[in-house]
């Protein structure tokens, strides 16, 4: 959505949604849901996996994607599973990172530089 041109500032502001997706193979997923939106990271695990990271160069400070409340980070599920050893108490499925990746969505409020 274009908020505002600027013709003598040479500016344009904006608001738009952000979605980036991405495979981490270090990490490995348990009982994955076939609907992304119960796959939603809390924000402690969300502050510890890493975060792919875009930078808007035509901002006045090359401002950059970022991960903080406003952002919401979940996994697809889209690999199989294998299931948990017969010596774990628990039924688990577990997914491999390489095979389910996550996705980034925020809505941004930027000005460009023209």
């Known amino acids: 959505k274009i908020l505002e041109i ?3 500032e040479m500016l344009l502001r904006t608001k738009f949604a952000l979605s980036l997706e991405w495979f981490d193979s270090r990490v490995q997923f348990y009982n994955l849901k076939t609907n992304q939106g119960l796959n939603k990271l809390i ?3 969300k502050a510890r996996i890493w975060i792919p990271s875009m ?8 401002a950059r994607t970022k991960a903080d409340q406003e952002s919401f980070v979940s996994v697809r599920r889209e690999g199989n599973y294998s299931k948990s050893s017969i010596e774990v108490v628990d039924n688990i499925f577990m997914y491999k990172g390489a095979e389910n990746p996550f996705e980034i969505n925020r809505v941004y409020h930027t000005s460009w530089n023209c």
């Open 6 to 8: 600027g013709e003598v």
């Open 43 to 45: 924000e402690d695990d």
């Open 55 to 62: 930078i808007f160069d035509n901002t006045d400070n090359n």
